[in-house]
């Protein structure tokens, strides 16, 4: 689903955010630097600053559920958020617009339910039942994406049924509608420096929108299928730039959690 590390890179650019902002919040300025597969955080003395996203750090999640009632105000918080050099953010918010990205984000999501290998890897990284989960400490829990927990060898075998192209599409089309707007973050080139960049802009917005107290998730069907990259490009008129991330943004329900592996787990020291 990642070929070329596109979404690995942005990834580690939302990690990198999470760092930056938590080190200035003990009053360290932090410099990350971009060389070849390894991003190097720079560390010096600077202002304490504990900023409104700093403290949403602990309490941001995507969340894949129907969204109720449009906010008032906090866009131009939201587009302050995503500013980042050789980054732009396009907002959606006007119903005609939305109508056609979720054209896209549909076709998109077609192409990858019919895609074996994609659903294969998809599947893997389901964790339905609430065991499933903490074993793992990762992939994607079923209540933490609005559905029921089962044990496995129950929702495994069932998955083809409830699991449908049509149902998914429905679904989709169900949650954009009820956001109140979209965002799409797009580099001024195709390289991971810029996708780490992109990154960046990503987990400000996510944490943006937490300390507005409303909800994000991600609809990357359209930058994911590479014939349908490009359509898409031209439908935002950005040239030859790549879209990289899309979101929806919204008021809506608190779900519960993804879990993940403590920091012990993953902080490897020299
Ligand atoms: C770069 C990037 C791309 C992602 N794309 C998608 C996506 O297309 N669809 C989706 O449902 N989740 C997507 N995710 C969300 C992750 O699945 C989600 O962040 C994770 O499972 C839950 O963790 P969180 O709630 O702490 O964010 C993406 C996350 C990142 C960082």
Wanted: hydrophobic residues 45%; aromatic residues 8%; proline residues 6%.
């Amino acid at each position: 689903m990642d070929p070329d590390d596109h979404h690995l890179f942005v990834s580690l650019g939302c990690a990198t955010e999470n760092l930056v902002l938590a080190a200035s919040a003990i009053g360290l300025r932090a410099r990350p630097s971009i060389d070849g597969d390894a991003i190097t955080v720079g560390l010096e003395p600077g202002p304490v600053v504990k900023s409104t996203q700093f403290e949403a750090i602990p309490v941001r999640q995507r969340t894949r559920a129907k969204y109720h009632g449009r906010p008032e105000g906090g866009l131009a918080l939201l587009e302050r958020a995503c500013a980042e050099p050789g980054v732009s953010a396009i907002f959606i918010t006007d119903k005609t617009r939305i109508a056609n990205v979720i054209d896209y984000v549909l076709q998109g999501n077609s192409v990858q339910m019919r895609d074996k290998a994609f659903m294969d890897e998809l599947v893997s990284w389901m964790r339905f039942s609430e065991a499933d989960a903490v074993t793992a400490m990762d992939g994607l829990f079923s209540r933490a994406t609005g559905n029921l927990a089962l044990p496995g060898w129950i929702a495994r075998p069932l998955l083809r049924l409830f699991f449908t192209e049509s149902g998914e599409n429905q679904k989709y089309r169900e949650h954009i509608e009820s956001s109140a707007g979209i965002v799409i973050l797009t580099a001024d080139a195709a390289d991971r420096a810029h996708w780490v960049a992109v990154g960046r802009s990503c987990q400000r917005f996510g944490l943006q929108v937490t300390a507005l107290g409303l909800k994000y998730a991600f609809i990357n069907q359209p930058v994911e299928v590479a014939a349908l990259r490009t359509q898409f490009a031209s439908y935002l008129g950005i040239g030859q730039r790549r879209p990289d991330i899309v979101m929806r943004f919204g008021a809506g329900p608190d779900l519960p959690k993804s879990l993940r592996r403590p920091p012990q787990k993953v902080i490897v020291t020299p």
